[in-house]
């Protein structure tokens, strides 16, 4: 007999929706019911329903997470949105050690890209405390709309973009402002009638700059402008001309009424680097004449601007005006470039300062005043001692990337410009900052009898890599600056005075040798104790500063000593096959017969076109009248004639000075070959005194001419 067939299994669910009764109206009674339901369903029935709810449930936990993460991200990226970054970022990385520094003082550093600023420089300035608040917000939105007006001009140049050491710099794409355009027509200029830093005389308005002695700055106040003039009067002459017209003196052109042979030859020599430059290189900074192209460091025009007042003082009137015309229309500040901070202030805003001096064009004196604002990102440090870099599109400053230390000469070597372009706009702000440099080296230890070493940190402000001294590269205008600060100030400032005085000593107790057998007076090197018969061409330009020193009245101790130096600056050219100096040379100290005193190692036989030994040729010839002076100079220019002349167009440097036959050209044209080379043998073969009075300008490390103070 069969066993009674197993009741069919029911392979689905039923799911009674009937509503519950609750005859008690009560919980237990509606659980009861559940689970009796639940009972009665079959263990197949039960796995489905659990396994429904259990992927319900998954489903839901995944859900909750991703529209979780969806919300995060939009808020994050609508915060980002608001966050202050820059609208280009640096071109170089950003300072690692400089970033990590612990010490770092809130709002110093390390400096954060800033927002880029699309209506003029980054303006980290605070204004001298004179005058009421509303007059100075007046005076201030002037000074903006001014250079903002400026800055409108040659933006196509910008729009363009440019390449930078083979970078991408974007332009910024900026409204363009509407513009204003500074007075420029005929020749001479025409006196610039703008309302800022001019000067309302006898019924004529005087252009800044045009002679010295100059009054210290003022503010003016006008009925209903309130303070907005930063007033100088001219009190002496320029160029040998009495004040012009109505008590104003005139702005002229300087063409000397005649210009000898060899004047005429460095004319000539100008004019040929200009042609290169102009034809292949306009408006980039630097001529590579051999393959007739360019290359460019800071994109910023750089050789046309270095070579401005050249042309002035040279008389090239139509290659003066072209080039004003450029930095009218095509110089504009507002890029993401890094500049190196002593380099472009030196050669940029130098190079502007002088030129509104010489030619009274107001147009000149807003680009420096643009590009000065520009810089002052650099000085944000813990310590006040700059940063060499600074982007002058975003306001963000660093030292280089391998280090934390910026140059000693190259922070002590920015106050002449930074001092100057203080008083022109009555802005304090760049004289303190610079000069707060100064002081700061002053009391710094680690210095040997006043010489000092080459490096500072930016973050402690303390000397680093101590021990090791050289008046060439890295420490070199140091000294320079320390005495031409004190003649720009007109003498007063005692603690500039007796650092140079000490400094020059510790030259002669612990740098000066002679050589053998012509026994010339050199200036080496010490480290760490030991001295190396090692110096720099840089070291060249100490003849000239000794010579300044003495005819402003230091010890005549100094101008012997700037003549024996001179000598052995000569004999640096004279010793080397082309006539042509070598970028460092070894002196020798043994006495042997048929040994030259100079020497050089293959990797510093090259010659840059470097001014040094021109620019104390110079001072020496200027200051002693001995025409012996005027004749090395003229041998140099003829090496350089032979040696490194492009017919093309331009002067190359060369890789080396000792083979006459193969001297190597390196297919570059420094900008500081049209600005102080050949400006220096220009004034080198004039026998004029009042071409550029030493009594009445100082030069700059880039010979560019700023005026010397008159007592206040
Ligand atoms: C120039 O830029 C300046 O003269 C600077 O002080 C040193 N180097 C070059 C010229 O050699």
Redesign the pocket.
């Known amino acids: 007999m069969r066993p009674p067939p197993a009741p069919a299994r029911r392979d689905f669910i039923s799911v009674t929706l009937s509503p519950g009764r609750s005859h008690d109206g009560g919980q237990g009674l509606r659980r009861r019911s559940c689970w009796r339901k639940w009972k009665q369903l079959s263990r197949l029935q039960r796995t489905v329903v659990l396994f429904l709810l259990v992927v319900l449930m998954l489903f839901g936990l995944l859900s909750y997470v991703h529209v979780a993460d969806e919300w995060t991200a939009v808020d994050s990226r609508s915060a980002a949105a608001w966050q202050m970054r820059p609208a280009n970022p640096p071109v170089l990385p950003a300072p690692q050690k400089a970033a990590e520094n612990p010490e770092a003082v809130a709002g110093l550093s390390p400096q954060k890209p800033q927002r880029h600023f699309r209506r003029g420089p980054p303006n980290l300035q605070i204004r001298a405390p004179d005058g009421d608040p509303q007059e100075r917000r007046q005076d201030q939105a002037q000074r903006r709309a001014e250079v903002v007006g400026e800055a409108g001009w040659g933006a196509e140049a910008q729009r363009d973009g440019l390449r930078w050491r083979g970078a991408g710099t974007k332009p910024e794409q900026g409204p363009r402002h509407p513009l204003k355009k500074a007075e420029f027509s005929g020749w001479p200029f025409r006196q610039q009638a703008l309302r800022i830093r001019a000067h309302r005389g006898k019924g004529c308005l005087c252009p800044l700059g045009l002679s010295w002695p100059l009054e210290a700055p003022r503010r003016t106040r006008e009925p209903g402008r309130g303070l907005v003039a930063t007033a100088l009067r001219d009190t002496g002459q320029l160029w040998g001309h009495k004040a012009g017209l109505s008590g104003c003196p005139r702005p002229a052109f300087l063409l000397p009424a005649s210009q000898n042979a060899r004047q005429k030859a460095v004319v000539d020599a100008f004019l040929h680097a200009w042609a290169g430059y102009r034809k292949f290189a306009w408006g980039h900074d630097e001529l590579k004449p051999l393959t007739r192209s360019f290359s460019e460091w800071f994109g910023l025009g750089l050789t046309l601007i270095d070579a401005l007042d050249t042309m002035w003082i040279l008389g090239l009137k139509k290659e003066f005006q072209e080039a004003r015309n450029w930095v009218s229309k095509r110089l504009l500040f507002q890029k993401d470039v890094d500049v190196n901070l002593f380099?472009s202030t030196?050669?940029i805003l130098g190079g502007l300062l002088s030129a509104f001096h010489l030619s009274g064009d107001v147009l000149f004196l807003k680009k420096a005043e643009d590009f000065g604002n520009r810089l002052m990102p650099a000085f944000r440090t813990p310590s006040k001692i700059p940063y060499s870099f600074v982007n002058i599109g975003t306001g963000a400053a660093h030292p280089p990337q391998w280090t934390s230390d910026s140059t000693v000469a190259e922070v002590t070597?920015i106050q002449l410009e930074f001092r100057e372009l203080s008083r022109l706009t009555g802005d304090k702000t760049f004289q303190e900052a610079a000069e707060e440099v100064t002081r700061h080296v002053h009391a710094l230890h680690g210095k040997l009898d006043g010489l000092v070493p080459m490096f500072i940190n930016t973050n402690s402000g303390s000397f680093t890599h101590l021990g090791v001294f050289t008046l060439g590269a890295r420490a070199?205008?140091y000294y320079e600056y320390l005495l031409k600060q004190w003649i720009q100030g007109g003498k007063k400032e005692r603690q500039l005075l007796e650092d140079y005085l000490e400094a020059v000593d510790g030259i002669r107790k612990h740098l000066l040798a002679r050589s053998e057998p012509r026994k010339l007076t050199f200036v080496g090197e010490l480290n760490h104790g030991r001295f190396s018969a090692k110096m720099d061409h840089?070291v060249c330009?100490l003849p000239g500063t000794l010579a300044l020193g003495a005819h402003h009245g230091l010890p005549a101790e100094h101008m012997e000593l700037a003549r024996a130096l001179m000598d052995t600056c000569y004999q640096m050219y004279r010793q080397m096959e082309t006539g042509l100096s070598p970028e460092i040379a070894h002196f020798n100290l043994h006495h042997t017969k048929a040994v030259k005193d100079v020497q050089v190692k293959a990797a510093d036989r090259h010659n840059?076109l470097?001014?040094?030994t021109v620019e104390s040729l110079f001072y020496l010839y200027r200051l002693t009248g001995d025409r012996k002076y005027q004749d090395w100079g003229w041998e140099i220019l003829q090496s350089f004639n032979t040696y490194t002349r492009v017919p093309s167009g331009g002067y190359s440097s060369i890789s080396n000075v000792q083979d006459p036959r193969h001297p190597q050209p390196r297919d570059k044209m420094e900008s500081?070959f049209l600005g102080?080379t050949l400006k220096y043998l220009y004034l080198l073969f004039s026998d004029d005194p009042d071409l550029l009075s030493l009594d009445t300008y100082v030069f700059n490390?880039?010979?560019h001419p700023l005026p010397i103070w008159a007592p206040s």
């Open positions: 380099e030196i050669r070597s070199d205008s840089l330009f840059l470097r001014p040094e500081f102080e490390t880039e010979a």
